[in-house]
């Protein structure tokens, strides 16, 4: 019975609230490469995220402008170019200064370990290195996300 | 510094006070259908209705989001505020969506006054999301005076937008293919204005005119048909979003509609609100219904005639007004 009613709830409940984790994923720099990129967001699209994607070319402001415009809880980063230390760091106080301490800022692509801990320290909580899969990506999201309710 | 959380007043206040994080915020809210997103659009509602709300809507890829981009630029040269709602596709299986709207827009990225935010579906079909009417509430009453409502790529009967729309703009490719695709029933029709993007393209002088004289014929017969309801007559554009030819035009055929709207308007304007207001009055009462439906001491009963719908044991008319009943009915009893 409780199972049944279970089912019906997911069947049938198209107005009740749903609040899918919504994550920004952003291409900084001037890199070109954004397969890895989308294939996160195809891959965090079937975890059930709502990601909205910025395309390429992305200057720190353009960044923190969509982060505060869409409202996101996440915010990840892409970037294979080499110029993380300069741009990574940006992003994170332009956010702060906004007031969105409570997004979470993840990257990922092409960063050398050595860099990590100056990257954690400006406010980057998790750094993904190649061969990282899409589950581990969502299940951090999950289970790190501030959401402000 | 300028940090959301530390500034004073509702959210609503401060959205409309121009403060950018409060109106995400609040737009997050409405969304998701919360008790303050409900609360703050009590407050915000009266001081709507001002914006000209512009529905676009196409196939996929047909170009709209960026046209719209192109379209924003042009208002910004005369230097009005403006606002952009983008709706992508929820999956039906995951929950999950991808908004890439933004990738054909960002640059306006870094402007204040151009707010772009993207929607997913979450389930709701006919090309909107369930919570645009009341995101453009909000947007037009934190002060923009242009609002794009851009659906989901569409097919031929997605109509829904030209409910909630003062003006409903329909884009279409070059190829869109021949005189018996323009005169369909559906999407076309409720066009107030037909653009063909990308006249950079080989065929787009060719599918205008077909489009024009397939949709604007008629104005004679139109007399003759008396109070019966009739087509509108839309124009029908030529413009580019890649190389900017038509996109001024486009803009100030948005703009002479907009006119006559504020000048109080033609009958068909009366009812585009009027309309508006039943889609909105509507979509909130059935929520409210499937709530108090759901609510205890009542959902037991309504699991039950759900199971008996499925299994065909009683036909979903008599349903319905068994559970009309039950909503009469003090749930506490």
Do not use: W
């Not at chain 2, 006070?17 to 609360?39: C, F, K, P, S, Y």
């Not at chain 2, 219904?289 to 499925?310: F, Y």
Request: charged share 25%; with cysteine; net charge neutral.
């Amino acid at each position: 019975m409780s199972r049944d009613a279970d089912i019906i709830g997911r069947v049938t409940s198209p107005t009740e609230p749903q609040r899918p984790i919504k994550v920004l994923i952003a291409k900084p720099g001037l890199d070109g490469h954004d397969r890895g990129a989308k294939v996160l967001a195809r891959g965090l699209r079937d975890e059930g995220f709502e990601v909205v994607y910025t395309g390429l070319r992305q200057t720190p402001e353009m960044v923190v402008s969509a982060a505060l415009q869409e409202d996101v809880d996440v915010v990840g980063l892409s970037i294979l170019s080499g110029a993380h230390m300069t741009l990574l760091p940006k992003i994170c106080a332009g956010l702060r200064e906004q007031g969105m301490d409570d997004v979470l800022v993840t990257a990922g692509g092409i960063i050398p370990d050595a860099d990590v801990p100056a990257l954690t320290e400006a406010g980057v909580s998790r750094v993904f290195g190649p061969g990282t899969t899409i589950r581990e990506v969502a299940e951090y999201i999950r289970g790190n996300v501030r959401r402000s309710d | 510094m300028s940090g959301g959380t530390a500034g004073e007043g509702t959210l609503a206040e401060r959205a409309r006070a121009g403060d950018r994080r409060a109106l995400a915020r609040l737009l997050t809210e409405v969304e998701n259908r919360t008790a303050a997103g409900e609360q703050a659009l009590r407050a915000l509602y009266p001081q709507a209705g001002r914006a000209h709300l512009v529905g676009v809507t196409g196939a996929p890829g047909s170009g709209k989001s960026t046209l719209v981009a192109a379209l924003v630029t042009e208002a910004r040269r005369d230097g009005r505020p403006v606002a952009v709602i983008a709706i992508d596709p929820s999956s039906p299986i995951t929950g999950g969506a991808i908004l890439g709207d933004r990738v054909r827009m960002q640059s306006h990225a870094g402007d204040r006054d151009v707010f772009i935010r993207s929607m997913a579906s979450r389930g709701h079909s006919g090309g909107l999301a369930a919570g645009t009417i009341a995101a453009a509430a909000v947007l037009d009453a934190s002060g923009f005076p242009l609002i794009f409502i851009e659906t989901v790529g569409t097919g031929q009967s997605e109509v829904e937008v030209a409910a909630i729309a003062d003006t409903t703009l329909v884009v279409q490719a070059p190829e869109m293919g021949d005189e018996v695709q323009a005169i369909k029933a559906g999407l076309l029709e409720v066009a107030d204005i037909v653009v063909v993007n990308k006249s950079d393209r080989p065929g787009a002088d060719r599918a205008a005119s077909q489009l024009r004289a397939m949709l604007t014929v008629g104005a004679q017969h139109d007399r003759a048909m008396g109070d019966r309801p009739r087509p509108k007559r839309p124009d029908v554009l030529l413009a580019s979003a890649m190389t900017g030819a038509g996109v001024a035009e486009l803009l100030a055929s948005l703009d002479r509609r907009d006119v006559v709207r504020r000048s109080g308007g033609t009958a068909e304007t009366d009812a585009a609100a009027l309309k508006r207001a039943e889609a909105q009055l509507y979509g909130i009462l059935a929520q409210r219904v499937g709530d108090q439906l759901r609510a205890p001491g009542r959902s037991e009963r309504r699991n039950a005639t759900l199971r008996a719908v499925a299994a065909h044991e009683i036909d979903p008319y008599s349903a319905a007004d068994r559970l009309l009943a039950l909503l009469a009915e003090n749930p506490h009893e």
